[in-house]
């Protein structure tokens, strides 16, 4: 158990829904980290937040949007689903400040499956 | 951009064997490496690391590896391996110049027959 959770653990929806994922750090992690694990696209990062704040961006779709709230747990928002959004959603968290590297720690992650 | 590459995509072998999965990255910068392994329906967990120091990184479960920043590469060994280590394992990249998100390969997909 790496400490990080997210909900839910599985999610079915339609096409041209919006769905909400939830992850909550580690104790003490400021940073939280979105990822998505697809077939076709393997792993890749998503989005960064830091005590609040968004940090970096990798291959998020305009559709896709996140945030970190004040108890520094997460959400990522997906909208307008289509079927190729179906995929492993992962949560990391790390207690990186901004311009430092660290261990990220993973969640058990969301799997969204888009009808 | 910077890229990693698994290069075996499927690895069988049988239990007791040794293992080497292949990783290569392309930044030549600074960079730290990972090692994460994703056993059946479970979440990603990290292996090992290196930041800096001693190339031969030792982690969990008997698992080493070696960083030769010459050959860009970070592969990962296992002297003998048992039916429990069937996963899937992926190599990791974090470039110090372009924040900390991770850079994942392709991942390798071990299955060890019994």
């Known amino acids: 158990d790496s400490g990080v959770t997210q909900t839910p653990k599985h999610l079915i929806t339609a096409t041209g829904q919006r769905v909400t994922l939830r992850c909550s750090p580690r104790s003490g992690d400021l940073s939280v980290y979105w990822y998505q694990q697809s077939l076709d696209q393997g792993l890749q990062f998503l989005i960064q937040?830091?005590?609040?704040?968004?940090?970096a961006k990798g291959n998020i779709l305009e559709r896709f949007s996140a945030q970190q709230f004040p108890d520094l747990h997460s959400e990522l928002n997906l909208s307008s689903l289509e079927l190729g959004d179906s995929a492993l959603y992962f949560c990391?968290?790390?207690?990186?400040?901004?311009?430092?590297?660290?261990?990220?720690?993973f969640g058990p992650g969301t799997r969204l499956t888009v009808l | 951009a910077q890229s990693v590459s698994q290069h075996n995509h499927h690895v069988i072998l049988s239990e007791a064997a040794s293992l080497e999965l292949g990783c290569n990255y392309s930044y030549g910068g600074t960079v730290n490496l990972f090692w994460y392994v994703q056993y059946p329906g479970q979440h990603l967990q990290l292996l090992l690391k290196?930041?800096?120091?001693?190339?031969l990184v030792k982690g969990i479960k008997g698992f080493e590896a070696e960083f030769i920043k010459s050959k860009f590469s970070f592969n990962l060994r296992k002297p003998s391996v048992q039916w429990s280590d069937t996963a899937e394992y992926f190599c990791a990249v974090i470039n110090n110049n372009a924040g900390n998100m991770l850079t994942f390969g392709g991942g390798t997909r071990l299955m060890v027959k019994p």
């Open positions: 937040y830091y005590n609040g704040e968004e940090r």
């Open positions: 990391a968290s790390s207690p990186t400040p901004p311009g430092g590297t660290d261990t990220q720690y």
């Open positions: 290196y930041f800096s120091g001693d190339p």
